[in-house]
C-alpha cells in the first residue's frame, strides 16, 4: 500500500462514479451524500426494505452507520448486508458510538459478524468497543489514542476477515496482510459533525472499485481536511471548504501531502 495505491484508487473512482448504498443516520445524510458527489461518487440513501434487494444487485457497495438506531433500522440493516452478500457486495460498517450502550454494541458485532465482505471504520473507542474491550468513549466521541486501539484492531481483522481504519491523530489502516499509519489531517476536523461519516462513506466508493483497504478513503479524506483547514477560520467554513478540497484534489497534492508510514 503505497501513494500510488490511493492515486490509482481516486483515478478508478472518478472513471467509474460507483453508485453507494449509504443506511446512514439522520443527522449526517447531506454531508455524506455531499462528500460522495464532490470526489466523485454517486450517492443513495435508501432505507426501504422493500427496495433494497433491488438497489444491492446494481449498487457499487453498502455503508451501513449506526449513528441514530432503532429496532426497525436493525432489521433493514441486517437484511441489506443479507442482500449485499448475495450480491457479492463489500459492505462498510461504522460502529458509531459503540460501547456507549449494549444496542450499538449488539448491532455492531452482530453486523460486522454477518457480512462477507468487510471494512470497518471507527474512532479508537469504537473500535475497541467492538472488539470486546473496555472503551473510554463520550457519548459517539472517543476518549482513547488511536495507536491504543491497534489490538483491538488487530482482533477484529482475525475475528471477521476484515481491514479496519482506526481515524484519530493517526490513522491506523489495519490488514490481514499489513498495517499502515497516515498522519495527515487537522485538529479541526472533529469539529465538524458527520466528518467520520463522510469518511466511511467515502470509503464505501472506494470499496466499489476495488480498494478494499480503507487507505485510499483514509488520505484521501485526511488531506482534503488539512488543505480545507488551511483555507478556515473555524468549523463552519471547514464544512464547506472540505467539500471543495475533496473536488479538487489532485495527483500532486496526494503526492506532495500524503504521510505515510508502513
Known sequence: MSVETVI?????????????VN???????NNSANALLAIGASPIMA??????????????????????????WVTRMQYAVEQANAHGKPVILDPVGCGASQLRTQTARKIAQQAQILVIRGNASEIIALAGEVSQSKGVDAQ??????????NVLVKEYQCSVVISGETDHI?????????????DMMPLVTGTGCSLSAITGAFAAVGELTGLAAAAVMSIAGEVAAERSQGPGSLQVNLLDALYQLDEDTLRQRINLIA
Open 47 to 72: 432505507h426501504s426494505r422493500e427496495e433494497m434487494a433491488e438497489m444491492l444487485s446494481f449498487c457499487g457497495a453498502l455503508v451501513i452507520n449506526i449513528g441514530t438506531l432503532d429496532s426497525t
Open 8 to 20: 490509482s484508487a481516486l483515478a478508478q473512482l472518478r472513471e467509474q462514479k460507483p453508485l453507494v
Open 144 to 153: 482513547d489514542s488511536s495507536d491504543s486501539a491497534v489490538d483491538a484492531a
Open 23 to 29: 443506511i446512514t443516520n439522520y443527522v449526517v445524510m
Open 174 to 186: 489495519v490488514t490481514q496482510n499489513s498495517h499502515i499509519k497516515l498522519q495527515n489531517g487537522s
